[in-house]
């Protein structure tokens, strides 16, 4: 009977990982075919007409669609995998309806993006073979050392860490990496990881914000609004207000670097009891418990992985697609680890997880082709347009694109969003001379545009890409992240630090006070934050009672 249970298991295995294989493959060809489309002006967006008279209705049902997907996943009645499952099926079932003529099964695996489902596998699959090198926990002890026991210090350095990292790779890779070491440093002090971990989502997601590469949509905004975009088109009167690589560092840090004080300040008080305590462990003892266990996999893989890392940053220079660079490194980590064995390597890819982000991907497309976020657009743009001074609609259009942004990339995800209300910016900003309706700064609508769709990715569990990956990666080893404990900790952190950078937006693009003079206020307000937490007795933020001792 257990050799039979055995053998189950081992052909079960055996034909996840021949689905992996396959799926990894179906990821390469689909890039490649994205890009070969790409090159030949075919950019394989589905020309979907709604019938005539139904486009109210298309609209109010993808809504209601959207809803009763988040009630399954907010209630907890079904997993979230099988939650967008049914949500796809159901969006795509009314698109079909609603939609002049049909739909293909090719057309509508072709509303997943394969660029994020091949970045995430790749590292998945690296991710997984790191795991047993036992790297993850010499830098969990690592932390540790640097923290000097205490919990607090301990998340801040993870956190700024996070933060770097994301800002200039992506917070999704970011995540992927350390997750699995926060993971192992909170097995090692005991402690729970979920706070931790959503502690590290957010600044991902704030330190994203940041750069060009760091966050999906504003590497679509990147795109959308450089000078070659924008050039010799419809919009060529907009090439002068452009944007480039340096741009985005140069308004969206400042903003993103005014948020990292009151951020921190509401994680301690919402996970005082968890982050203000002391863990005192034997260093040595740690260190000699938590080594690396195979030092030459370590190299090889490790080599791959900095390659890989290395084709990230390089990204901007070479355009060559992320997805690529990871599919390659997790075929060339697997072929100079474990060419003969699999089973082992592959076992960290996380199923439900690429799942999931497929039937989100169909569910958020179809509502996309629907009319939905073309609407929320639509309701943008006629709200500024009752205004008449060109000075209050462009306070105005900052005030509605950040915030609706934000609330929208929270329970929508900010890809599609973010890929439909670029065209919709175009429009507010094309020159009355030109056709245009409101013709109002360019770059400043640009960048609320960023704000919003990047920080409101923290509002709920399935706002972001990161938020998902990293949820997937602690329910795989046991530590369930819930939509609502999510919740209570990233849609406040995201009306916060909306409300922050709102402010920002005022001082420079409406008010006009020079990006340097906020940078250095915002630089001095910091360096006398941490001059006054670090002397010794003061707590500015909580009293010297609620830090307690634990062994």
């Known amino acids: 009977m257990l050799s039979r ?88 079932g009314a698109l079909i309806y609603h939609m002049e003529g049909s739909l293909t099964l090719g057309q509508t695996a072709n509303m997943v993006d394969w660029d994020t489902i091949g970045l995430l596998l790749g590292m998945m699959v690296m991710v997984g073979v790191l795991s047993h090198t036992g790297v993850f926990e010499w830098f969990a002890v690592r932390a540790y050392k640097k923290s000097g026991g205490s919990v607090w210090s301990l998340v801040v350095i993870l956190c700024i860490v996070t933060a770097v990292l994301s800002a ?28 931790l971990l959503i502690a590290e989502v957010m600044f991902s997601n704030i330190g994203g914000a940041a750069t060009m590469i760091g966050d999906p949509p504003n590497i679509i905004i990147g795109n959308g609004m450089s000078e070659a975009a924008l050039s010799g088109g419809e919009y060529d009167a907009l090439a002068s207000q452009a944007i480039s690589f340096n741009d985005f560092i140069i308004n969206l840090a400042p903003g993103i670097l005014m948020t990292v004080i009151p951020t921190f300040m509401f994680l301690k008080w919402m996970h005082r009891d968890v982050f203000s305590t002391h863990r005192h462990r034997d260093v040595e003892e740690l260190e000699a418990k938590y080594g690396i266990k195979d030092a030459a996999l370590l190299k090889r893989a490790g080599g791959v992985l900095f390659l890989v890392i290395l084709g990230f940053f390089l990204h901007p220079l070479l355009h060559i697609p992320v997805a690529w660079v990871a599919l390659i490194g997790a075929v060339l980590t697997l072929l100079v680890t474990t060419p003969h064995e699999l089973e082992e390597a592959l076992e960290k890819v996380e199923w439900s997880t690429l799942l999931f982000f497929a039937g989100l991907f169909v569910l958020v497309h179809s509502l996309d ?183």
């Open 168 to 195: 200039f790779l992506d917070n999704v890779t970011t995540m992927l990496l350390i997750t699995p070491v926060t993971i192992q440093l909170a097995k090692v002090l005991d402690l729970p990881p979920v706070p």
């Open 5 to 92: 249970e055995l053998s189950v298991k081992r052909l079960g295995s055996q034909a996840r990982h021949r689905l992996m294989l396959f799926i990894l493959t179906l990821a390469t060809l689909s890039i490649v075919w994205t890009m070969r489309a790409s090159a030949s002006g075919d950019s394989g967006d589905l020309n979907v007409v709604i019938r005539e008279g139904l486009e109210g209705q298309a609209v109010l049902v993808g809504a209601l669609i959207l809803l009763g997907v988040y009630m399954l996943i907010i209630f907890e009645w079904m997993h979230r995998t099988l939650a967008a499952a049914v949500g796809s099926l159901v969006a795509v």
């Open 369 to 551: 082709l629907m009319g939905v976020i073309k609407w929320i657009g639509e309701q943008v743009v006629f709200t500024i347009s009752q205004f008449d001074d060109s000075g209050t609609q462009l306070t105005v259009a900052i005030l509605l694109l950040l915030w609706v942004s934000a609330i929208a990339s929270a329970f929508i995800d900010n890809i599609p969003y973010t890929a439909t209300m670029v065209p919709v910016v175009l429009v507010m900003a094309q020159p009355i001379a030109n056709g245009g309706e409101l013709g109002l700064a360019l770059q400043p609508l640009i960048w609320a545009l960023a704000f919003g769709a990047c920080l409101g990715g923290n509002g709920t569990l399935i706002g972001a890409s990161a938020n998902v990956v990293t949820a997937g990666m602690a329910e795989e080893e046991g530590y369930k992240i819930s939509f609502n404990e999510f919740f209570k900790t990233g849609f406040p952190i995201m009306i916060i630090t909306t409300a922050i950078v709102t402010l920002y937006c005022m001082l420079v693009y409406v008010w006009g006070i020079a990006i340097w003079k906020v940078l250095i206020a915002t630089i001095v307000v910091i360096a006398l934050d941490i001059w006054w937490e670090l002397k010794p007795g003061n707590d500015r933020w909580f009293p010297d009672e609620l830090v307690k001792e634990s062994e």
